[in-house]
Nanobody, 116 residues
Framework: QVQLVESGGGLVQPGGSLRLSCTAS????????MAWYRQAPGKERELVAT???????TYSDSVKGRFTISRDNAKNTLNLQMNSLKPDDTAVYYC??????????WGQGTQVTVSS
């Protein structure tokens, strides 16, 4: 059974930092491309950042320079370091794993709220 479990969300003030983690089980983690998505209230889910199985990273323009995605294949863990957080970053953040053209797996999400 595949499980992706996110952690690390919470309430943070504007300008602050958070580190999200996603621990995977039931998949060959190193063979999957991994990604973080987010969904704010009333908005569609959007792609935040990706890291390929080979370690290549991409970022949405809205988070480039502030967020860093990384993976630890030895620990089956995906991370998202979020710095200089803004109220617009408030959303539920989801971890996703994908291999080739197969449907992706999703975690349950973790809430990030940026507010003073």
């Amino acid at each position: 059974q595949v499980q992706l479990v996110e952690s690390g969300g919470g309430l943070v003030q504007p300008g602050g930092s958070l580190r999200l983690s996603c621990t995977a089980s039931g998949i060959i983690f190193s063979g999957h491309s991994m990604a973080w998505y987010r969904q704010a209230p009333g908005k569609e889910r959007e792609l935040v950042a990706t890291v390929s199985s080979g370690g290549t990273t991409t970022y949405s323009d809205s988070v480039k320079g502030r967020f860093t995605i990384s993976r630890d294949n030895a620990k089956n863990t995906l991370n998202l370091q979020m710095n200089s957080l803004k109220p617009d970053d408030t959303a539920v953040y989801y971890c996703s794993a994908r291999r080739g053209l197969l449907p992706p797996y999703w975690g349950q999400g973790t809430q990030v709220t940026v507010s003073s």
